[in-house]
């Protein structure tokens, strides 16, 4: 009887508030600087995974949200899975009791369960996933650092996954990358109160990539330059500060500032690239409106609420538990959600659907 091997994982989507937009290296995605991330709950949203090795498998192949990705065409990919299966490989060399799977073809099954390639680092919950089910799958034993190292050739952001709560990115100095990977910074527990409010504004696939976008920015934009030398590595350390002292009112500002730092180098790239559009913008005053009218009223805090937009027009707002329902309720009716449009346009496979598309 043949055997088949499968994992399935899932992997949430972290936001940054200190962004990473430029690399230094395109082929191991070394960024041109550190950044600091949320990752989110993850029951909210996700990637879900599934890999499947066995041997009567012709080719790999892999489906995002049911349709077919070519691998050979997608170096994302192809490095992810030719890491995981080398590992596999040196595994099975080195202990002869092991099945011989790593050269198996695989049939990858993935889905996120919110709008994909929309600024809502669909990317980053993906490449974590990936690269955390073929470790599964593979039974490999590889600590967060290493997982997070090869997760990162995938997509930048992706390293920032594999941990919870607040997560920092540091760039490191190598040329062969092996000291550019994410860090817990603090765990969820240390800091509870925090809330992410994800507002949509446009589910679409944006234009420009993020992959693209940055290379434009740092081949085109004199402002970068500052932005990587004096803005980011002063808020990395207020950010840190911040977050050890569960400083709302300093993490907040840091936070707007560096989206809106971020937003600015994007509109300096020639051509220049808009990410958000008027709703965002709008988003934006309204944040620093109800901000100033909570203070008026005598609020102990300068911000009750941040604002941040990652490579897209959707928002995501950062708020304590105790505001998040005043915030959520005042931001509806200012912006009342479509009434002909579910807003999760994302995907959800059940165990039958994913036997289905693996097939
Ligand atoms: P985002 O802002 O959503 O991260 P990016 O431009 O960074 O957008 O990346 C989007 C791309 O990431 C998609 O077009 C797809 O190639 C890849 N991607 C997204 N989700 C997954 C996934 N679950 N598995 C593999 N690749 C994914
Ligand atoms: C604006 O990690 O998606 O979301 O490494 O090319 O896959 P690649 O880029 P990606 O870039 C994320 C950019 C950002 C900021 C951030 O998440 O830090
Ligand atoms: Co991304």
Redesign the pocket.
């Known amino acids: 009887m043949l055997k088949v091997y499968e994992a399935t994982c899932t992997a949430p989507i972290n936001i940054a508030v200190i962004k990473y937009w430029g690399k230094r290296d395109t082929k191991l995605n070394l960024p041109t600087n550190s950044s600091l991330s949320v990752t989110l709950s993850q029951d909210d949203l996700h ?1 879900k ?1 599934t890999c499947r090795a066995a041997p009567e498998l012709k080719a790999d192949k892999l489906w ?1 949200n049911g349709k077919e ?1 070519i691998i050979a065409q ?1 170096k994302r ?1 192809t490095n992810v899975i030719n890491e995981m299966r080398a590992q596999r490989k040196k595994l099975e060399e080195n202990d002869n009791s092991l099945p011989k799977i790593a050269d198996y073809k695989l049939h990858i099954c ?1 889905a ?1 369960n919110f709008p ?12 974590a ?2 690269t955390f089910s073929l470790a599964t799958l593979y039974q490999l034993k590889l600590d967060n650092v290493e997982l997070s190292t090869i997760a990162r050739t995938g ?1 930048g ?1 992706a390293c920032r996954s594999l941990q919870g709560g607040y997560v920092a990115w540091e760039m490191g100095e190598k040329e062969d990358g092996s000291d550019s990977h994410a860090i817990q910074v603090a765990s969820r527990e240390h800091w509870p109160d925090m809330q992410a409010i994800i507002l949509v504004v446009n589910d679409a696939k ?1 234009k420009t ?3 693209l976008g940055m290379q434009h920015t740092v081949a085109t934009s004199p402002l970068i330059q500052h932005r990587i030398k004096h803005v980011v590595p002063k808020a990395m350390e207020d950010m840190k500060t911040a977050i050890q002292n569960k400083d709302f009112d300093s993490f907040a500002e840091i936070t707007m500032r560096d989206s809106n730092s971020f937003h600015a180098v994007c509109a300096d790239t020639f051509p220049p690239i808009y990410y958000m559009n008027d709703i965002s913008r709008a988003v934006v005053n309204a944040v620093h409106d109800y901000n100033a009218a909570k203070a008026a009223m005598g609020s102990a805090q300068k911000y009750t609420v941040a604002y941040t937009f ?3 027009p959707n928002a995501v707002l950062y708020v304590q538990k105790k505001d998040a329902d005043n915030v959520l309720g005042v931001i509806s009716r200012i912006f009342p959600a479509a009434e002909d449009k579910n807003i999760y346009s994302g995907f959800n496979f059940n165990d039958q659907e994913i036997d289905e598309v693996l097939a």
């Open positions: 990637t995974t995002l990705e997608n990919l993935s996120n994909t390639a929309a600024g809502l680092a669909s990317s980053a919950a993906g490449f996933c990936l997509s952001s944006k990539s993020s992959t990652d490579a897209g």
